[in-house]
């Protein structure tokens, strides 16, 4: 028995939803979309970075700075745009009468055999297709007027909601920051100890490393099945920044295929702290970069104000316990005491 033979009617509904969909493009709507968006965010963006200082948030001290100049700059730009959507969009309704014009010629042959209404089919896609490229070409016109402008807002944005979430992670928090110590950075991390892998945060302040253990453990379990656990949120490893010798960036993969950004945290002599391997859910070579910036004191170019004022204290040139020479004898900031290699002993330092 012959097999009925395909009609028309599945293309040309393909055709005319094609159309549909041109005819909305060619209104450059998404364009506009845009330039509301970029509106809203220089709206936005300065209540969000006054929220942030006002919870105590003073590094990233370009921010202000760098709306004020996009902020100063975007009138010009939004009305380039405008005036080229506007002229755009005017030269494109031809272009979409004649893609009207050539769909609407299709409806007849609906019932047609497919083969037969093949060749005017493909005509009308050509068309189509003509008319679209040079939809996209109109709103690329538009969107080279001010593109540069809304990419710097969506990196601020993007950086002003890392920090607003770092800020709630520290609000969070089971310790407290000392007087004139301010958070830099923090990123999800987990403390590699053997096997054995404790979730949590990682926080860089202009003072201290610190990783808080968050996470959920079971307690209970049935036939493999957790049915009892609790969340343990605790600081288990810490270090001044004056106390770290050495810092080391690596990657490592896993089964071929994930990346591990690793980072090695180990004391100088005079260190008070263990070792630490961590994983950062960040670039690890970018966390070593910063902790050196925060180490030399560099950091607080980026800190609105300048640098807080950190007491000096002196070390002493001998152990006043067991009389060996301190290599680090001298001012030093921001350490109010240090540990003797030699003997143990924890030294209370004056203040200059």
């Known amino acids: 028995m012959t097999q009925p033979q395909p009609t028309a ?133 538009a969107r080279n007027r001010f593109k540069a402008v809304t990419s710097s807002l969506e990196a601020l944005a993007r950086e002003v909601a890392d920090c607003s979430r770092m800020m709630g992670w520290l609000a969070e928090a089971r310790f407290a920051l000392q007087p004139g110590e301010g958070l830099v950075e923090a990123v999800k991390a987990r403390l590699l100890k053997g096997d054995e892998r404790q979730e949590g945060i990682l926080f860089l302040t202009d003072q201290r490393l610190i990783f808080e253990r968050r996470e959920k453990v079971a307690r209970k379990k049935v036939l493999f099945i957790t049915t009892a656990s609790e969340t343990i949120q605790e600081v288990v490893w810490e270090a001044p920044l004056a106390q770290i010798g050495e810092v080391k960036a690596a990657e490592a993969r896993r089964a071929l295929v994930m990346k591990r950004e690793l980072l090695t945290i180990a004391p100088a002599p005079d260190g008070h702290f263990g070792p630490a391997e961590l994983e950062l859910e960040a670039d690890s070579e970018a966390w070593r970069a910063l902790i050196l910036r925060c180490q030399t004191g560099e950091i607080a170019q980026d800190r609105v104000g300048g640098a807080p004022e950190v007491p000096v204290f002196i070390i002493p040139p001998k152990c006043p316990s067991c009389g060996a020479t301190l290599e680090r004898a001298g001012p030093v900031r921001g350490v109010a005491s240090i540990r003797c290699e030699y003997c143990g002993t924890t030294i209370p330092l004056q203040r200059a």
């Open 9 to 141: 009617e599945a293309e040309v509904l393909r055709l005319e939803t094609r159309l549909a969909s041109l005819e909305r493009a060619a209104l450059l709507n998404d364009v506009r979309n845009e330039l509301a968006n970029a509106d809203a965010s220089l709206l936005r963006l300065p209540q969000e970075i006054a929220a942030l200082r006002g919870r105590g948030f003073l590094y990233r001290a370009n921010w202000e700075a760098r709306l004020q100049a996009l902020a100063d700059e975007w009138p010009r730009l939004r009305s380039e745009a405008l005036s080229v959507i506007e002229s755009q969009s005017a030269a494109l309704r031809l272009d979409i009468l004649r893609a009207e014009e050539a769909v609407r010629h299709l409806s007849p042959l609906r019932n047609s055999p497919l083969s037969a209404a093949e060749p005017t089919l493909r005509r009308v896609e050509g068309e189509i297709v003509t008319c679209e490229l040079r939809v996209r070409a109109a709103e690329e016109a």
